[in-house]
């Protein structure tokens, strides 16, 4: 169970240094092996490879952007948690 408002996703992201995002979001979009992959609030569960590229998150005002080259997501209705390792690329994990 989600301590977010129903409607919304909690998003929680862990790389090689620890915790690197843990926001409430109304979307997610994923680059997995096979394309990009958007989640709303209700998805069905699934484990998901990612593979490089953005991971990003929004909600009405914000989007928050991480720059990832692989890893694991878990997705549930109501939840998006992933394991990544990061790109060398530097970003900002906080919404812009």
Known sequence: M?????GRLAVTVIGPRGLEVEADALEVSLPSLDGRLGILPGHR????????????YKDEAQEGRLNIRGGYAEIRP???????????????????
């Open 78 to 96: 109501d939840s998006v948690l992933a394991f990544v390792e990061r790109s060398d690329e530097e970003d900002d994990p906080s919404p812009s």
């Open 45 to 56: 569960p699934m484990i998901l490879a990612l593979g490089r590229g953005t991971l990003t």
């Open 2 to 6: 989600s301590l977010f408002p129903a």
